[in-house]
């Protein structure tokens, strides 16, 4: 398949669940990496509009019930980390120090097609600098393949969480703004660049070097001008909360998104559902940090401990609330693999005790639509981009199907990146 692919292509007869609701089997046909028509598929042998058009490269499947696969859209990731190294190194901290930024940006690359391979057909990286930036802009102008990377700038303090990732003695660091006009600076340095967002902290994190999760992050004046500075000039401002007062900061202070949200008062959880507040619930990432991997410090595994002490009965309560969760997985390689996503979802679906439908709309269509891009990604539908899975079974009916093992074809941006779509020929 060329570069640019302008010639039509079309599966014929699968079931299609499109973010929103199951379409019946259908017709999907797409040219030049956007969804052409989702319609009814016609019966065979009836003059069947694809056929009589005469498309080679038509792809039938007419035996959905003996091959038992549907089609659904792509899932959304609203968060995780591209700047880790794609190969296995010893230390992930130091890698980003002696790496230089050229060959950086070839792993944030491998990392999102990583994604891609394994469903992840959008995402939205919430920590970027120049590199993600950079590797973000060279995908959507098309200079390179790859999914969709959405990039959100990072605007944090001196010993802040974001900045703690850096080894402390480290002079070799990511920008940081210590003041209400440093703040409003730095927000405009990365809308310069092009960043799709903006990224604060308002509490401390798990796996930064020395920080508390406690610790307050940025003052109130800071945290008011980078909100100020983001909206002003059109960018969506995500918060990463770990604590009660931070969650009210979040609130108080109108952010558009919160990242992890690991301790919601009742009256908190109603304000969020009420003002439809996206929250990034980020299940797998702490389970894996306090219970499964031999990788972390004992500090990190105990802050991690702590913080999920409590939290499904929590966020089971915050989900009959309203809360609209959607799916943010932190994914960062060694922890949550980049394709560990189906396993977020399924561990969203059983914590917050929701329904397949409900639950894939979180990792599809309203994840996108959290983000203001619903009319490009997460669902099929024409003028979208033609980014979907292949996928045994029905996940919109049962959640467990949605497994990286039942996966048969990725399509990204009309193109096959994983499995293959010529299989299904009938
Ligand atoms: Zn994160």
Request: hydrophobic share 40%; glycine share 10%.
């Amino acid at each position: 398949m060329p570069f640019n692919d302008a010639s039509q292509h079309t599966i014929t007869g699968l079931p299609v669940w499109d973010g929103d609701g199951y379409r019946g089997s259908s017709s999907i046909s797409w040219s030049d990496g956007r969804i052409d028509s989702v319609a009814p598929a016609q019966k065979v042998g009836g003059g069947n509009a694809m056929a009589d058009a005469g498309y080679a490269r038509n792809v039938q499947a007419h035996a959905e019930d003996d091959l038992g696969l549907s089609i659904i859209p792509g899932l959304v990731d609203t968060h995780l980390h591209l700047e880790y190294p794609s190969t296995t190194v010893a230390d992930t901290f130091s890698w980003g120090l002696y790496t230089p930024p050229e060959e950086m940006s070839l792993h944030v690359l491998a990392n999102a097609q990583e994604c891609a391979r394994f469903g992840v057909t959008t995402m939205r990286d919430m920590a970027s600098h120049a590199v993600e930036i950079a590797v973000s802009r060279a995908l959507s102008e098309g200079v390179i393949r790859g999914p969709r990377v959405l990039a959100d700038g990072e605007v944090g303090m001196t010993a802040g969480h974001g900045d703690l990732f850096t080894p402390p003695r480290a002079e070799q660091r990511n920008p940081v703004a210590d003041s209400p006009d440093e703040c409003h600076k730095l927000v405009r340095v990365w809308a310069r660049q092009g960043t799709t967002g903006i990224k604060i902290y308002l509490s401390g994190g798990v796996l930064s070097l020395g920080d508390k999760v406690a610790w307050r992050n940025q003052t109130r004046a800071e945290i008011r001008a980078t909100i100020d500075e983001a909206h002003a000039l059109g960018m969506q401002v995500a918060a990463h909360c770990h604590t009660t007062d931070s969650i009210q900061i979040a609130l108080d202070e109108h952010v558009d998104s919160i990242e992890h949200a690991t301790a919601m008062t009742v009256e908190q959880m109603q304000c969020i559902a009420q003002r439809r507040i996206p929250v990034a619930p980020t299940l797998l990432v702490n389970e894996v940090i306090a219970y499964r991997s031999s990788a972390v410090s004992a500090i990190a595994r105990d802050k991690a401990r702590k913080i999920i002490e409590g939290r499904n009965p929590m966020f089971r309560r915050a989900a009959e609330c309203g809360v609209r969760f959607v799916l943010g997985t932190d994914a960062c390689k060694n922890l949550v693999a980049y394709g560990d996503q189906m396993e977020e979802v399924r561990l969203m679906s059983k914590i917050f005790g929701w329904g397949a439908e409900r639950t894939m709309a979180a990792a599809t269509s309203d994840a996108a639509d959290s983000m203001r891009i619903g009319d490009q990604a997460g669902r099929l539908i024409a003028g979208s981009s033609a980014d979907f899975i292949v996928i045994k079974g029905r996940p919109w009916e049962r959640i467990d199907d949605l497994d990286v093992n039942n996966i048969v074809a990725v399509v990204s941006k009309g193109r096959v990146v994983s499995g293959s779509i010529e299989g299904l020929r009938g």
